[in-house]
């Protein structure tokens, strides 16, 4: 079992649906959280960085963290075309200078 | 929010050649740096931790004698893939966190992209 489980999709979504994206994990160790947003041929860019269990919101953006049943997840409201790239979740360990480990990403296309 | 800066973006090389990949931290000190690979529709894979001053740690199956890591100041890493092949042709991407904290906040690069003929 892989560390991070992300499926990878594509999914498309029309223009001002509520997009779900959703990742798993086996270690109870890791306790930051992110979801990174990467457009094609750049680099990732950070959306939402949590911590403890919960919601957090920014925007249209509202990352979740469960961390007793190992899931995180992210919700765009208001779709737009302009979302449309791949999103990654990463989460790292509490102590230490650790890098981050990765989903593989989910691809959203959202359609006008 | 801090910049990271990757250069060059894209370079074409020939099979044989080395190639180095500058990774630079624009407006913070970076003490840790991480370098990244990333295959098309994959996600990123951790190749190696770049700390200054000292050598990098590199993960497992990364050969550190064939990407040569140098992180000889705060606001500068870089990464040469030495005797390049056609299967090193990939997205390599660098990250940086802002020196001094254990926020887990990483800032990435724009991604440099490596085609070997």
């Known amino acids: 079992q892989k560390e991070v489980e992300q499926d990878p999709g594509p999914l498309s979504v029309p223009e001002g649906a509520i997009v779900s994206l959703n990742c798993t994990y086996s270690?109870?160790?890791?306790?930051?959280f992110m979801w990174y947003r990467q457009y094609s041929r750049k680099g990732p860019e950070l959306l939402m960085y949590?911590?403890?269990?919960g919601n957090k919101e920014d925007g249209r953006f509202t990352a979740q963290v469960d961390k007793s049943s190992k899931y995180i997840s992210l919700f765009i409201r208001d779709s737009q075309p302009s979302d449309s790239a791949t999103y990654l979740c990463?989460?790292?360990?509490?102590?230490?200078?650790?890098?981050?480990?990765f989903g593989k990403g989910t691809r959203l296309s959202v359609i006008a | 929010g801090a910049v990271v800066s990757q250069h060059p973006s894209w370079v074409i090389c020939k099979s044989g050649t080395s190639v180095k990949i500058e990774c630079r931290s624009l407006?913070?000190?970076?003490?840790?740096m991480f370098w990244y690979r990333q295959f098309p529709k994959q996600s990123l894979m951790l190749m190696a931790t770049?700390?200054?001053?000292?050598?990098?740690?590199?993960e497992q199956g990364v050969e550190k004698d064939k990407f040569l890591i140098n992180h000889a100041s705060l606001t500068l890493s870089t990464l040469t893939v030495t005797s390049a092949h056609p299967e090193d042709s990939s997205f390599y991407i660098c990250?940086?966190?802002?020196?001094?904290?254990?926020?887990?906040?990483?800032?990435f690069g724009e991604g440099s992209r490596l085609t070997v003929l």
């Open positions: 990463a989460m790292r360990y509490s102590s230490g200078n650790t890098p981050l480990v």
């Open positions: 949590t911590y403890s269990s």
């Open positions: 770049s700390n200054e001053g000292s050598k990098a740690t590199y």
């Open positions: 270690n109870s160790a890791f306790q930051y």
């Open positions: 990250s940086a966190r802002l020196g001094g904290t254990n926020t887990g906040e990483l800032f």
């Open positions: 407006d913070f000190q970076a003490t840790t």
